[in-house]
């Protein structure tokens, strides 16, 4: 099976900077894209960027010019560093890996998509 793990949540302060990881690990063969959502109360998890195998990213209109999505391949992490974080920035944030693994045998490879437990991060104005 493959596990994915998230850290680095917390409260910050408005304009301050926080950094978030996820690793993934278990029977995985490989990881395609990674990414990460954010989940504020009552609404619906969104998008806020990702990154694909050869480092190639995209990021929500919100988050542009203030995060980054970086990933080490042999390590199998992604991580999120925000700078100037606002209250709106608030939520759960989640890592999402789509990655290819070993079947329950190893004599097969699977393609499949797994989410983090989610890390909560609070903005305080």
């Known amino acids: 099976q493959v596990q994915v793990m998230e850290s680095g949540g917390g409260l910050v302060q408005a304009g301050e900077s926080q950094r978030l990881s996820c690793t993934a690990s278990?029977?995985?063969?490989?990881?395609?894209?990674m990414a990460w959502y954010r989940q504020a109360a009552g609404k619906q998890r969104d998008l806020v960027a990702t990154i694909n195998s050869d480092g190639t990213t995209n990021y929500a209109d919100s988050v542009k010019g203030r995060f980054t999505i970086s990933r080490d391949n042999s390590k199998k992490t992604v991580w999120l560093q925000m700078n100037g974080l606002q209250p709106e920035d608030t939520g759960v944030y989640y890592c999402?890996?789509?990655?290819?693994?070993?079947?329950?045998?190893?004599?097969?490879?699977?393609?499949?998509?797994?989410w983090g437990q989610g890390t909560q991060v609070t903005v305080s104005s």
């Open positions: 999402h890996v789509n990655v290819l693994r070993w079947g329950a045998l190893r004599d097969i490879t699977v393609r499949a998509e797994y």
């Open positions: 278990g029977s995985i063969v490989s990881i395609d894209t």
